[in-house]
């Protein structure tokens, strides 16, 4: 696309990778204008596999150097409040390919488990749950997941709902007064128009309107974004008034001990979804959607062991000494980095070893990092693993090292 002038307003092209302006720009806010309409996800969304379609080129050979430094200091902070840090850099990265003499070590690593936390923000366990059963069954690894899983905790819930009526003799009243709104009639007479010292109490039945707020209401406190609340409404109906069915499933929403037991189904079934067709998620779905499973698998309460998914290709830039036998290397067999002392001593330490077969070193990108349970491994996600390769025993064992030793 070209342009004259317009780049700076109302422009906006989420998959645009490449940048060259040939306009002078001295004024920091138009700098920071231009830079910002490129510095995003490339496609509008990361690419796990191929790290190179994850950024972004510009070329500004007439922009104020010293404005352009300010505003490329403020996208890489990494306290900024407003925004993540963006690794920026002014030199022309490099892009480092699989190590083809490293194959086998590809394969070995596909079985490692990383420990994968949970977002800031959680999923309920059955919306969790039930989207989960949805995606399967979208793609065909399950396709009776959905209104299984979900019709599994509809009988949990019809199963409360018949042990209320039958032991809890209050529960047609409960019922009554759910569907009920209390009122204070305050009667005035013409005259001094004064109030009475004491209202009428009164209660009126709610509107249909009314019943509804309530029923979406109890599905927010179940399962928020499913349809758990129509297919309980859908059995319940068939025993009793519509209406009464919905303030049913109301009043067993306020349950604590009936969300306790949905929730507590809805993570054992979770985990044995998610373990049944892990290998097939891995294998047979596109990379786009395999994120979708992966958020789900991070929207838990507590972290999950996932197998660790290292990308076809890395994205570095050029800086510090070049190394051979890395499980990601340029054309010539070489990666480029720039490792601490120690890092230094151990890794020429090691490839003096006759069982030495190469090193990686943990990846910046967070969806690509080893982590353990208890930390990252490498913390800031740059200390180096390294592999041996036993030729006799046919084995790959792993050694993790970081500075902390962990």
């Known amino acids: 696309m070209l342009f004259k002038t317009a780049l700076s307003t109302d422009w906006d092209c989420p998959r645009a990778e490449v940048m060259m302006s040939f306009r002078k720009a001295i004024d920091h806010t138009l700098i920071a204008q231009l830079v910002g309409r490129m510095i995003r996800t490339p496609l509008a969304r990361r690419i796990m596999t191929h790290e190179m379609l994850n950024t972004v080129e510009l070329y500004l050979p007439h922009y ?3 404005n352009l430094e300010k505003i490329l200091e403020e996208l890489r902070n990494p306290d900024a409040e407003d925004r993540p840090a963006t690794d920026v850099t002014t030199e022309q990265p490099v892009s480092y390919e699989r190590n083809p003499k490293m194959a086998e070590a590809f394969e070995v690593l596909k079985e490692l488990k990383t420990a994968v936390f949970s977002n800031p923000t959680q999923s309920s366990p059955v919306r969790r749950q039930l989207r989960m059963a949805f995606y399967l069954t979208g793609d065909k690894l399950d396709e009776d997941a959905y209104e299984r899983e979900r019709d599994d905790l509809v009988k949990i819930l019809l199963r409360h709902r018949e042990t209320r009526w039958k032991d809890n003799e209050e529960w047609a009243t409960v019922i009554r007064e759910t569907g009920e709104v ?8 013409l005259g001094k128009m004064e109030l009475p010292e004491a209202p009428v109490k009164v209660r009126a039945e709610l509107a249909p309107e009314n019943v509804e707020g309530l029923f979406r209401e109890a599905q927010r406190r179940i399962g928020p974004g499913t349809d758990i609340h129509m297919a309980f409404w859908k059995e319940a109906e068939k025993r009793t008034d519509p209406l009464l069915a919905k303030l049913e499933l109301y009043a067993l929403s306020g349950d604590a001990a009936v969300l306790k037991e949905l929730n507590e189904q809805a993570e054992k079934r979770f985990a044995a979804l998610e373990g049944a067709h892990r290998r097939q998620i891995r294998d047979d779905v596109k990379a786009k959607r395999r994120e979708q499973y ?19 290709q890395i994205v570095e830039k050029p800086d ?6 890395h499980l990601y290397c340029d054309k010539g067999r070489k990666y480029q980095t720039r490792l601490n002392s120690w890092e230094t001593r151990v890794l020429s330490l090691w490839m003096k070893r006759a069982d030495f077969a190469g090193w990686l070193r943990n990846h910046r990108v967070k969806n690509a990092l080893f982590a353990s349970r208890t930390s990252t491994v490498g913390g800031s996600g740059r200390s180096p693993i390294w592999l041996r390769f036993d030729v006799r025993a046919k084995l790959w064992p792993l050694t993790f090292l970081t500075s902390s030793r962990q």
């Open 294 to 312: 992966r958020k789900l698998q991070q929207a838990g309460r507590d972290f999950t062991y996932l197998d660790w998914e290292l990308p076809e």
């Open 320 to 325: 510090g000494e070049s190394f051979e036998q």
């Open 182 to 189: 209390e009122l204070q009639q305050f009667i005035i007479g």
């Open 64 to 66: 104020d150097r010293a």
